[in-house]
C-alpha cells in the first residue's frame, strides 16, 4: 500500500523557519522524484519545489527561491522541504507527491500556518 506521510507544519511567526518531512512506503523510492505542492485557502494547488529521483536535481516556484530548500534521504526513503524566512502567504496545505511516468502518488496535505 503506497503512503506519502507528511508531518512537521504547524504555526510559526513571520520570519520563522519549518521543516517538512515527507516518509514514503510501499514503492521504490529511489526510481521517484518528489515534489511538494501547497493550496492557500480558496486558491489553487500549486508546485513549491521538485528534486530528481537522485537527488541531484532541484527546481523551485520564483517566489520560494532562497528561502525553500528541498531534499531527500533515499536510505530512509524521506524527502524534506526547508522553510525559512517564513510570510504569511506561504499559509497553506503542503502536500508531497511522488511521479514516476504515469504513477503518481499524494500525502493528505500538512497545514503550515504563518502568523503573528
Known amino acids: 500500500q503506497v503512503q506519502l506521510a507528511e508531518s512537521g507544519g504547524g504555526l510559526v511567526q513571520p520570519g520563522g523557519s519549518l521543516r517538512l518531512s515527507c516518509a514514503a512506503s510501499?514503492?521504490?523510492?529511489?526510481?521517484?522524484?518528489m515534489s511538494w505542492y501547497r493550496q492557500p485557502p480558496g486558491k489553487e494547488r500549486v508546485l513549491v519545489a521538485s528534486?530528481?529521483?537522485?537527488?541531484?536535481?532541484?527546481n523551485y516556484a520564483d517566489s520560494m527561491k532562497g528561502r525553500f530548500t528541498i531534499s531527500r534521504d533515499n536510505s530512509k526513503n524521506t524527502v524534506y522541504l526547508q522553510m525559512n524566512d517564513l510570510k504569511p502567504e506561504d499559509t497553506a496545505v503542503y502536500f508531497c507527491?511522488?511521479?514516476?511516468?504515469?504513477?503518481?502518488?499524494w500525502g493528505q496535505g500538512n497545514q503550515v500556518t504563518v502568523s503573528s
Open positions: 507527491n511522488a511521479q514516476s511516468g504515469l504513477l503518481n502518488y
Open positions: 528534486i530528481s529521483s537522485d537527488g541531484a536535481w532541484t
Open positions: 510501499g514503492f521504490t523510492f529511489s526510481w521517484y522524484a
